[in-house]
Nanobody, 128 residues
Framework: QLQLVESGGGLVKPGGSLRLSCAAS????????VGWFRQAPGKEREGVSC????????YYADSVKGRFTISRDNKKNTVYLQMNSLKPGDTAVYYC?????????????????????WGQGTQVTVSS
């Protein structure tokens, strides 16, 4: 059974950092493009970052570029999202998603409709 489990969310003050983890079971994550998405109350889900299968090319939304870093640890079958300089506007439920066929060089890697497998989400709250 293919499963993605996010962890690492929590409450942090503005300017702080968090590292989210997306652990996979039942499949090898390196063969999948993995994306991070977020959804704030009353807003649509938006793509934050993705890392391509194989080559590991990374892509970021303009809103997080320079502050967030996506990475992959193949030995742990896990993808991370390091979030620095957090702002209240980053508050949302964060989801990871994976797809075996998505190539961000040819398709939009931050589009939620491109992904087949999703985790349950982890809450990130940025507040003083």
């Amino acid at each position: 059974q293919l499963q993605l489990v996010e962890s690492g969310g929590g409450l942090v003050k503005p300017g702080g950092s968090l590292r989210l983890s997306c652990a996979a079971s039942g499949f090898t994550l390196d063969y999948y493009t993995v994306g991070w998405f977020r959804q704030a109350p009353g807003k649509e889900r938006e793509g934050v970052s993705c890392i391509s299968r194989g080559s590991g090319n990374t892509y970021y939304a303009d809103s997080v570029k320079g502050r967030f870093t996506i990475s992959r640890d193949n030995k742990k079958n896990t993808v991370y999202l390091q979030m620095n300089s957090l702002k209240p506007g980053d508050t949302a439920v964060y989801y990871c998603a994976a797809d075996p066929n998505l190539d961000p060089r040819k398709q939009y890697g931050l589009g939620s409709s491109e992904y087949d497998y999703w985790g349950q989400g982890t809450q990130v709250t940025v507040s003083s």
